[in-house]
């Protein structure tokens, strides 16, 4: 998996958003190779899943200042919605309901993404 997505990639994808370290449903979507209507499909369709605490949808002010922070001026074109944001626990249960090899695949590399950002922080202190 590390060469089909670099690690340093997957490490790019989690932002800190309320205090919470999370990865955004666009780029999960990208990661595991479905659009992302259809992440979202399977997240609505178990959404007892993934309580307030596993993920959460941004707000419009958090959606402005993510995409001027990182210069992206279109994120896939004109969006309904705000992309959602999921934390550690929520990515680790998209893999129950994401059921393909690759899903698999990513979620192992993205867990591992999360543990090693945590040794980070806690070898910077």
Do not use: C
Request: proline share 3%; hydrophobic share 45%.
């Amino acid at each position: 998996m590390s060469n089909l997505i670099p690690e340093e990639i997957i490490e790019r994808k989690i932002y800190l958003i309320r205090g919470h370290k999370v990865m955004l449903s666009m780029d999960l979507a990208r990661l595991y190779g479905v659009p992302v209507m259809r992440l979202n499909e399977q997240v609505k369709r178990n959404i007892r899943r993934f309580p307030n605490d596993f993920m959460f949808q941004l707000s419009d002010a958090e959606h402005a200042i993510l995409k001027s922070q990182i210069a992206i001026s279109s994120w896939d074109g004109a969006r309904r919605a705000n992309p959602y944001a999921f934390t550690e626990q929520g990515v680790a249960m998209l893999s129950s309901v994401l059921n393909s090899e690759r899903a698999i695949q990513v979620n192992i590399a993205i867990m591992r993404a999360f543990v090693r950002l945590k040794t980070m922080i806690v070898n910077h202190k």
